[in-house]
């Protein structure tokens, strides 16, 4: 139950996060490698609080 | 290949009939858990390790008796180690030594990655200054967890198991119920991220003096009663980096090699709740599942190795540029 939730909200934030990268490489393509790079960045932090609360379902 | 052999290692279970669909968790927490027992027996290892814990006050079957034998994942990690060092040092020393300065097969790889996290991580997160006295140690994350995840698809302790099963030698049968990643190992994942947080610590001190370091994790210029709510999230913080650091690799790791192992099981259990016919049917989508689910892994092994050495560099160069 725990993992299913937090999977949820993990989806929901790279999913945002992938949305904002694909518009932002559209509008200017030329600066692709950075926004690439800060892009992996966001989705660990977000995949980072994920993992804590999977691991916190697991163990309680 | 893994799942391959470790199938085979399940189908010895299954004709001496004991496979039941309980065992399947079982059997996947096997396999990326470490060694129950100890692979060599040495006696100095034995007798330093009784005498650190006698020192410390720990008994023989305390929870934290510290236990210096070579157990698999300890085995696998010198292996690691010799494996990453080896490769890479007569990698570089073909290339210094080749008058004409063309990259082998090998080395056009390892280039692109060197120069990859050189060019997007270092240089933009580090600082184009600092970033040459921090290069070595993010270079060194990297291709050790590179090696290691990548050394977890090779099944060395999986072929073990199955010859241990086939023979029915027991005693090469427990210490190799298969799975090497040592990466999926939380020990060994939280030792290197308390590298890493030991070298964003020192970079902080190294820069600003000991006590600037400290006055810098909160950001300056807050009205007074803030503090009391930003200093323990900082702190807080602080804690939490290497934690996730040590979470996201190992459970990553782990995840994958359970799904794996799980893929497979499906088979054994269909067969053994349903009949022979419905394993055979569900057999070519375990296999193709688990197969797919290995190509994945792949890229999580290298993607998994990326992050680690990405989030080194960011907290190093978090510790050096304060202002943003």
């Known amino acids: 139950m725990g993992a299913g939730l937090a999977v949820i909200g993990a989806g929901i934030g790279i999913g945002l996060i992938g949305y904002g990268v694909a518009q932002a490489i559209a509008r200017q393509p030329e600066a692709a490698g950075e926004i690439r790079s800060q892009t992996f960045l966001l989705a660990i932090l977000v995949e980072g609080a994920a993992i804590l609360l999977g691991l916190l379902s697991l163990v309680l | 290949m893994s799942f391959c052999l470790y199938s085979g290692a399940m189908l010895g279970e299954k004709t001496t009939g004991k496979w039941t669909m309980d065992q399947a968790p079982q059997y996947a927490i096997d396999h990326v858990a470490n060694s129950p027992k100890n692979l060599f027996e040495f006696e100095i290892l034995d007798n330093l390790s009784q005498k650190i814990s006698s020192f410390l006050g720990i008994s023989s079957d305390s929870l934290f008796y510290i236990d210096l034998g ?103 049968y427990i210490f190799s119920k298969g799975g090497n990643t040592v990466t999926a190992n939380v020990n060994v994942t939280f030792a290197i991220a308390t590298i890493t947080f030991c070298a964003f610590i020192f970079a902080g001190i190294k820069k600003y003096g000991f006590i600037q370091h400290w006055k810098n994790l909160a950001p300056s210029g807050l009205p007074w009663p803030l503090y009391f709510v930003v200093v323990p999230i900082e702190f807080m913080g602080l804690f939490i980096r290497p934690l996730a650091l040590t979470l996201r690799l190992a459970g990553n790791m782990m995840g994958g090699h359970i799904a794996l192992v799980i893929f497979i099981t499906f088979i054994f259990s269909a067969t053994a709740e349903i009949g022979g016919l419905a394993g055979l049917g569900i057999a070519p989508f375990s296999v193709s599942l688990a197969l797919g689910l290995t190509m994945l892994e792949l890229l999580v092994a290298v993607i998994q190795a990326y992050v680690f050495a990405l989030l080194t560099a960011v907290f190093i160069g978090m510790a050096i540029h304060v202002d943003h």
Do not use: C
Request: no cysteine; glycine share 4%; proline share 3%.
């Open chain 2, 70 to 172: 070579i157990t698999k994942h300890v085995f696998l990690l010198f292996f690691v180690s010799l494996i990453t060092v080896t490769t890479i040092v007569t990698l570089i020393q073909k290339y210094i030594s080749n008058k004409k300065n063309i990259p082998s097969k090998f080395m056009s790889i390892i280039e692109m990655f060197v120069i990859y996290l050189r060019d997007d991580v270092l240089k933009n997160f580090i600082g184009d200054k600092e970033y040459r006295s921090w290069a070595p140690l993010v270079y060194t994350i990297f291709f050790f967890i590179l090696f290691g995840n990548l050394l977890g698809l090779v099944p060395i302790f999986d072929l073990f198991g199955l010859v241990g099963k086939i023979s029915h030698i027991d005693s090469i």
